[in-house]
Nanobody, 124 residues
Framework: QGQLIESGGGLVQAGGSLRLSCAAS????????MGWFRQAPGMEREFVAAITWSGGSTNYAGSVKGRFTISRDNAKNTVYLQMNSLKPEDTAVYYC?????????????????WGQGTQVTVSS
């Protein structure tokens, strides 16, 4: 059984930066793609970014491309999301997840382990 624990969320002003971390424990996920999703109040959970197990390929939602960067350190079983130039519309609970494939897929049904989420609030 695996567990994912996110950290790094908080309150930041528009234009600021945050770095989210997701530590995996209980089992190694180094062969699986990992991703970040987010869910704003009253909205569906949406894809943000994903990365292959090697870190060699990434995928981003159009709304965050050029502002967010996903990376991973398999030695630490940790995936990161560097978020720059934050906007109020980035406000959401951010979840990391482990995919059932090595590919950086974008759909929720391809992810079968989820963290508990971390709140990101961007003030205008």
């Amino acid at each position: 059984q695996g567990q994912l624990i996110e950290s790094g969320g908080g309150l930041v002003q528009a234009g600021g930066s945050l770095r989210l971390s997701c530590a995996a424990s209980g089992r190694a996920f180094s062969r699986n793609a990992m991703g970040w999703f987010r869910q704003a109040p009253g909205m569906e959970r949406e894809f943000v970014a994903a990365i292959t197990w090697s870190g060699g390929s990434t995928n981003y939602a159009g709304s965050v491309k050029g502002r967010f960067t996903i990376s991973r350190d398999n030695a630490k079983n940790t995936v990161y999301l560097q978020m720059n130039s934050l906007k109020p519309e980035d406000t959401a609970v951010y979840y990391c997840a482990v995919s059932n494939t090595i590919l950086p897929v974008t759909t929720r049904d391809r992810y079968n382990y989820w963290g508990q989420g971390t709140q990101v609030t961007v003030s205008s």
